[in-house]
């Protein structure tokens, strides 16, 4: 015989269910209340503003100009914007070979800018553009003094430019530091002829494909030198290194011996 329990019985398991299910539902919606406050209370307080916008990596232009470029401003909601959107923005710039935008905490942007390397400088009038390894050239913000990298004269045709640039690129920096200014001068025998003028004093003659493979050895060449005597260094072919007065005892003997020839009946 199945035992009968008494519906009085079950009440008691009844109202317990029933008041954790009640208790489960206050739960859920206090913890949703208290979530959306929260949110609403922090959306509208600076925690949800940009306090601070960082930039870093900036060398050809100021931070300013890359803070400007972002369309980001003190004050705006942190969560207004798309980080890889901002720094597309940044990467239009032809100067700027990538850049990468984080969220830094609650209040602060980061930037982080890496820039094409410099190469040298072009002559633009009485004004000097700064060339940088992708080839394009940009103007510089206030007064240029070319320290750190060559003045190119002379380079109309762009294919030679171009070739020069990929040989500056392959240079260790203290070397491409020490050359003052380089001239194109193309020979019958040789388009890629270039004349180097070096911060030292000294010349060297060159030829492009071979610059930077050659031009290596400079600072070993010129250690082996009397630092008192100034001259030409041929790396055209080999290395072999005269001395100015040589060279220029040698351009007056040949002046002076095309004058007599002139002058003989």
Do not use: C, H
Request: proline share 3%.
């Amino acid at each position: 015989m199945e035992k009968v329990i008494d519906i009085e019985d079950r009440i008691p398991t009844l109202k317990e269910r029933r008041r954790r299910r009640t208790n489960k539902k206050f739960s859920i919606l206090l913890f949703l209340f208290v979530t959306t406050l929260i949110v609403v209370l922090y959306f509208q307080s600076s925690y949800s503003q940009i306090q601070t916008i960082r930039v870093t990596g900036a060398t050809l232009v100021s931070n300013e100009q890359y803070i400007k470029q972002s369309t980001l401003n003190l004050g705006d909601s942190m969560w207004s914007f798309r980080e890889n959107q901002i720094a597309k923005l940044i990467e239009e710039n032809e100067w700027v070979a990538s850049a990468k935008v984080n969220r830094n905490w609650l209040t602060g942007v980061d930037i982080k800018v890496k820039e094409y390397k410099k190469i040298g400088y072009q002559e633009n009038g009485n004004d000097l553009l700064i060339i940088l390894e992708n080839g394009k050239n940009i103007k510089a913000e206030g007064q240029v003094v070319p320290m750190d990298g060559p003045i190119f004269s002379e380079f109309k045709d762009e294919k030679i430019r171009m070739r020069l640039i990929k040989e500056l690129k392959n240079l260790n920096t203290e070397v491409l530091m020490t050359i003052s200014q380089i001239n194109y001068t193309p020979t019958e025998n040789d388009a890629y002829s270039i004349q180097v003028f070096m911060n030292d004093g000294n010349e060297v003659q060159a030829i492009i494909p071979s610059f930077s493979k050659k031009m290596k050895f400079y600072p070993s060449i010129v250690s082996q030198l009397d630092p008192d005597v100034k001259g030409i260094i041929d790396l055209e072919v080999g290395s072999f290194f005269q001395p100015y007065k040589e060279v220029y005892k040698k351009v007056v003997k040949e002046e002076a011996t095309e004058v007599e020839e002139e002058q003989t009946p």
